[in-house]
């Protein structure tokens, strides 16, 4: 394992699990910073810092993307398929709740991270061997995972931003359906695993560098508006917090 990754042992899904998450960049959102073919620097990144940024002014409002019918069963069915894949397999998975990643030594933010469905351990118990992705699809996407014969092209920025960050040997992709025989691939690190690392060190560069000169811009002072907020003439003035107007909207 990544010396520079640190797990935090929470309940995926809870209070402590999205407040870990929060501010972060995650395996699950891999898609916005890196593409798929490629494996270059998505055009979507910058969206994707200021919704991060977004949460981390905001973190009481609800998330946009709450959940669906297909996620609300894969969650229901995730433990199902990891009792699965551990009889199938005979290898042994310890569950973690979020493992965030800082970018050297000397560093000490860690502005990116993963859920992993398990992390697999050696025979004795020890050390962490590989990771492990679990998905419980509908029927029919299901089957495209079983037809394409190696890791889906749809998880693919997902499961090597995890080899990526965490330095494991290999990740376990599993997907799982009640009524049908589950697809398996084991993906080891490779030249796109490489570039994957690449975009992540691009994405921790531009993101701490629009986090600080965003940030000034979105906190509140204790009169509720912060100065820096409003400008006239392209230059900064003080405005009263509890009168705040603002510069286009002439006192009534």
């Known amino acids: 394992m990544n010396p520079l990754a640190k797990i935090h ?6 209070d402590d699990w ?4 929060r501010g972060r960049a995650t395996a699950s959102r891999a898609s916005d910073i890196i593409t798929a073919a490629k494996g270059e620097y998505s055009k979507g990144a ?3 810092m200021r919704s991060l940024i977004a949460e981390l002014m905001a973190p009481n409002e609800a998330p946009a993307f709450a959940g669906n019918f297909a996620t609300d069963r894969g969650n229901e069915l995730e433990p199902l398929a990891r009792l699965e894949f551990t009889r199938l397999t005979g290898l042994k ?3 973690v709740g979020f493992i965030s990643v800082r970018l050297s030594d000397t560093s000490e933010a860690d502005p990116v991270g993963l859920s992993p469905d398990g992390l697999l351990l050696d025979p004795f118990g020890h050390d962490y061997v590989a990771g492990l992705e679990l998905k419980c699809p509908l029927r029919d996407k299901h089957l495209d995972n079983v037809a394409a014969g190696e890791l889906p092209e749809d998880y693919k920025q997902q499961i090597h931003w995890s080899l990526a960050l965490t ?3 290999s990740w376990h992709f ?5 009524d049908m025989q589950p ?3 084991v993906v080891r690190p490779d030249a796109y695993t490489e570039k994957v690392r690449g975009c992540i060190e691009q994405f921790i560069i531009e993101y701490a560098d629009m986090r600080k000169r965003l940030i000034p811009l979105l906190q509140l002072s204790e009169g509720g508006i912060s100065p820096a907020g409003t400008k006239e003439s392209g230059t900064e003035r003080e405005t009263p917090g509890v009168n705040y107007l603002p510069p286009e909207t002439p006192a009534v």
């Open 9 to 14: 042992q929470m309940p995926q899904g809870s």
């Open 93 to 95: 998975v310890e569950t």
């Open 183 to 185: 697809a398996h691939y």
């Open 18 to 21: 999205f407040a870990a998450r």
């Open 167 to 169: 330095g494991l040997p």
């Open 174 to 178: 599993f997907s799982w359906h009640p």
């Open 46 to 48: 910058a969206k994707y």
